[in-house]
């Protein structure tokens, strides 16, 4: 399938806009943005969560770059309806010339109910339904649906879409998502997770587009990791491991769960019980070294770019990374010095 616009060939790398109120102005952001793609960067990615719309913020990215895809990343399959979400898309490809990506995801039920105030019940089983019917609309469809969650027919999109096909991602972490990922989705973009989940991804994802009559090469492997440059790296490694505390800290966790199947049991062990007894502050101190290195990129720039290098090497089809500073300035020489010689 296609999964960008069609052109130069781009750098297998993506920038992860990450939640920039924390860190940076709008502005700063756009010019980050545009920055990434005078570079080469293949896509940016914007999240949703608790905060602005996801949705007003790719359409200003897209309206600020030229030829960098965008990706949505993650929009949840409950608060925004299956014809919502396709029509959303189909416009922002359309006024992009085709550069727009749409990560999906089931979320988690501090979002969903929290937040949406909606009961968080079978996400695979929404996202499944979503991604149906998101197809069928950009195929203006209008044959009935008959899923457990949504029901449709009758209706047609009421615009040809720039593309049928346009790309959708999905934010998998657990083996479950994975094979719903390898069944139906174009991209693969794990977030806090080792780096090891690159091959263990791989082998279900495979193994389930086999089944499903794909080919695993229609899938898009995208990693995204925390960057953090700087020539000592003791200096930055306890940002990697407070975020890694807040993410593995619950029993609950799904993140946990893959990280202790690939390996890190009694890392997650460890991070448990101490977040149990003082929250994410203590729980950050009992995160490995091991574990925060392979869950985030950290070092020198040339150091970032070597692992870069390797991690491409080991099948990622792209790798994402976290805006690393503040402003433009601050990122080029980031930004461009990790781009691996290969591709440069």
């Given amino acids: ?111 969903v109910e929290g937040w949406h105030g909606l009961e968080f ?36 999109l009421s615009f040809e879409p720039l593309r049928e096909e346009i790309p959708i991602w999905h934010g998998a972490v657990l083996d479950r998502g994975l094979q719903v990922c390898g069944e139906l989705a174009d991209g693969w973009v794990p977030a806090n997770l080792p780096a090891e989940c690159i091959s263990w991804g791989r082998g279900i994802l495979a193994s389930q587009a086999a089944a499903s009559g794909r080919d695993i090469d229609a899938v898009t492997v995208a990693p995204t990791f ?42 997650v062990q460890e991070i448990q019980a101490a977040y149990q007894e003082g929250g994410a502050e203590k729980a950050s101190a009992a995160v490995s070294d091991r574990l925060a290195h392979s869950i985030s990129i950290a070092g020198s720039v040339t150091e970032c770019r070597s692992r870069i290098d390797h991690l491409l090497s080991e099948r990622a089809d792209r790798v994402v990374v976290t805006l690393p500073a503040a402003t433009r300035a601050e990122c080029e020489p980031i930004l461009s010095g990790i781009i691996p010689a290969r591709y440069q």
């Fill in 1 to 111: 399938m296609n999964t960008q616009k069609q052109g130069p060939k781009r750098i297998p790398l993506g920038l992860n806009l990450g939640i920039w109120d924390r860190m940076t102005t709008w502005d700063q952001a756009l010019d980050i943005a545009r920055l990434a793609d005078e570079l080469g960067y293949d896509c940016l990615m914007i999240p949703e969560s608790f905060g602005r719309d996801g949705v007003s913020l790719c359409d200003r990215l897209l309206a600020a770059t030229e030829n960098i895809n965008v990706c949505f990343g993650i929009a949840n399959v409950f608060s925004r309806s299956p014809a919502v979400l396709a029509s959303t898309a189909a416009t922002l490809d359309e006024l992009s010339g085709g550069r727009f990506i749409l990560g999906l995801g089931g979320s988690t039920p501090n979002l």
């Fill in 121 to 156: 019940k079978a996400p695979l089983a929404r996202t499944r339904e979503a991604i149906a019917i998101c197809r069928k609309i950009w195929a203006r469809d209008r044959s009935p649906f008959e899923g457990k969650f949504f029901r449709t027919g009758g209706v047609k």
């Fill in 226 to 267: 925390q960057l953090l440059a700087h020539d000592d790296t003791e200096q930055v490694l306890p940002l990697a491991k407070f975020g890694i505390a807040m993410y593995y800290g619950q029993a609950s966790s799904p993140y946990a769960i893959a990280a202790a199947a690939l390996g890190y049991e009694e890392d």
